[in-house]
Nanobody
């Protein structure tokens, strides 16, 4: 059974940092490109960062230079380090494959950036 479990969200002031983590199980993690997605209220879910099995990364323009995605293929985890957070980063954050597996969305972790 595939499970994707996100953690690390919380409330942070603008300019602050958070590190999100995703633990994957039930898949051959090391062969898949993984991504972090987010969905703000009233908006569609968007892919914000992606990492290939070999470690090549891509980012959406709005987070490039502030967010860093990384993975540990020995622990089946993918992390998202978020720095210089802005109120517009407020959203529920999810990890999934890229492209996403429709049936395997986890519960996500909520990030709120507010003063």
């Amino acid at each position: 059974q595939v499970q994707l479990v996100e953690s690390g969200g919380g409330l942070v002031h603008p300019g602050g940092s958070l590190r999100l983590s995703c633990a994957a199980s039930g898949i051959n993690f090391r062969i898949y490109t993984m991504g972090w997605y987010r969905q703000a209220p009233g908006n569609q879910r968007e892919l914000v960062a992606s990492i290939t099995p070999g470690g090549r990364t891509t980012y959406v323009d709005s987070v490039r230079g502030r967010f860093t995605i990384s993975r540990d293929n020995t622990k089946n985890t993918v992390d998202l380090q978020m720095n210089s957070l802005k109120p517009e980063d407020t959203a529920a954050y999810y990890c999934n494959g890229n492209p996403a597996w429709r049936s395997y969305w986890g519960n996500g972790t909520l990030v709120t950036v507010s003063s």
